[in-house]
């Protein structure tokens, strides 16, 4: 049984600092804010998640790309928007701008 959740570890010491669960399948990427305070990921179940690691727990999630093939995000540096990129469901290439305050909304692009 596959044990599907974000971790954090302190390697020095070997000691799990943070486990929070939210996706339903396998995390393809994930990725830091500027500043260390949020992370966020994409999942093979096309949604993409932000985490507040000190309250461990998921603050947002949206539907990001609908395609089967991979995705990838990142932080767009101190601009505070998340940038995913993925397949639409007839495998064309796209990225998305979004505004991790207000993931209900449509992606800025």
Not at 54 to 69: D, F, L, M, N, P
Request: charged share 30%.
């Amino acid at each position: 049984c596959a044990d599907i959740t974000l971790k954090l570890w302190a390697i020095e010491k070997g000691d799990e600092m943070f486990s929070v669960g939210g996706p339903t399948d396998i995390i393809m990427s994930c990725a830091w804010n500027k500043n260390g305070s949020l992370i966020t990921s994409v999942c093979k179940d096309k949604k993409m998640r932000v985490y507040d690691p000190r309250a461990q727990k998921v603050i947002g999630e949206a539907v990001a790309h609908q395609g089967s093939k991979g995705m990838r995000v990142t932080w767009l540096g101190d601009k505070d928007k998340i940038l995913t990129t993925g397949f639409s469901k007839n495998s064309e290439r796209e990225f998305m701008i979004w505004d991790p305050k207000n993931l209900t909304a449509e992606p800025l692009t």
